[in-house]
C-alpha cells in the first residue's frame, strides 16, 4: 500500500529530525532524487521543521525583530510545501497517465497529494502527542488526557489511510479521475499583493 510507504518516510524523517532537534539543521535525505520516496521526505522534513518554528514563535518572550524573520521563514516554507505537494501529484498524474475514466467518473475534493499532506501532519501531531504521553513531569491528569487525545489521532490517521487507499483505488480503475489547480497564493506575489504593488 501506498500509504505503508508514507508511514514508514514519514516515521523515519521525524526520527532523523529529532536526532538534532535543530532548526537549521541541513536536510539529509536518503532516498534517491527524483523517486516519490525523496519528494515524501523532504515533504515532510518542511513540515517538521515547519512545526518547531510555529512552536518558537510562540514564545511569549521572543525578540520582536527574531520572530518576525521567524514568521518570514514560515511564509517561505509553506510555499516550498505547497511545491513539493505539486511535486507529488505531478507523480500520481504520470503514475495514471494511462487510465481511461469511466464516463460516469467523479472528481475527489482533494488531490492524493493534498491527502498525504494532511497524513504528513498527522505524523507529527501522533509523534509529539506520543512525547506528552511519555513525561515524567507532567500531571497524571495531563497524561490522561493526552493519552485520550493521542486514541483519537491513531483513529484519525486509521481513517484517512483508508481514504487515501481509497481514493488510489478509484483513481487506478477509472471511477475517479485527478485535476490539479496550479498555486494561486496571492499574498506571495508582489503584482497579486496590494501592499507589495502599492509600495512601488
Not at 532523523?16 to 516519490?36: E, F, K, L, M
Not at 510555499?79 to 503514475?95: G, P
Not at 467518473?105 to 499532506?117: F, G, L, M
Request: hydrophobic share 35%; with cysteine; glycine share 2%.
Amino acid at each position: 500500500m501506498f500509504t505503508a510507504t508514507c508511514h514508514e518516510i514519514f516515521t523515519r524523517s521525524i526520527a532523523d529530525y529529532h536526532r538534532y532537534d535543530n532548526v537549521d539543521q541541513p536536510i539529509a535525505n536518503p532516498y534517491t532524487p527524483g523517486s516519490v520516496e525523496h519528494l515524501l521526505y523532504h515533504k515532510n522534513w518542511i513540515d517538521t521543521v515547519q512545526w518547531h518554528l510555529e512552536d518558537i514563535i510562540r514564545d511569549p518572550q521572543i525578540d520582536p525583530v527574531e520572530a518576525l524573520k521567524i514568521k518570514r521563514r514560515i511564509d517561505a516554507s509553506n510555499q516550498e510545501r505547497t511545491d513539493m505537494v505539486e511535486y507529488i501529484d505531478s507523480y500520481f498524474l504520470d503514475y495514471y497517465k494511462d487510465v481511461t475514466p469511466a464516463p460516469d467518473a467523479k472528481i475527489n475534493t482533494e488531490t492524493p497529494a493534498w491527502a498525504i499532506d494532511r497524513l504528513s501532519i498527522l505524523a507529527l501531531k501522533i509523534y509529539h502527542m506520543e512525547q506528552e504521553v511519555g513525561r515524567s513531569d507532567a500531571s497524571a491528569e495531563h497524561i490522561a488526557a493526552c493519552r485520550r487525545k493521542l486514541d483519537v489521532l491513531l483513529t484519525q490517521r486509521e481513517d484517512l489511510t483508508t481514504a487515501i487507499e481509497e481514493l488510489l483505488a478509484d483513481i487506478a480503475s477509472g471511477r475517479k479521475y485527478m485535476k490539479t489547480y496550479k498555486q494561486m497564493k496571492m499574498y506571495n506575489d508582489p503584482s497579486l499583493n496590494p501592499v507589495l504593488y502599492g509600495s512601488k
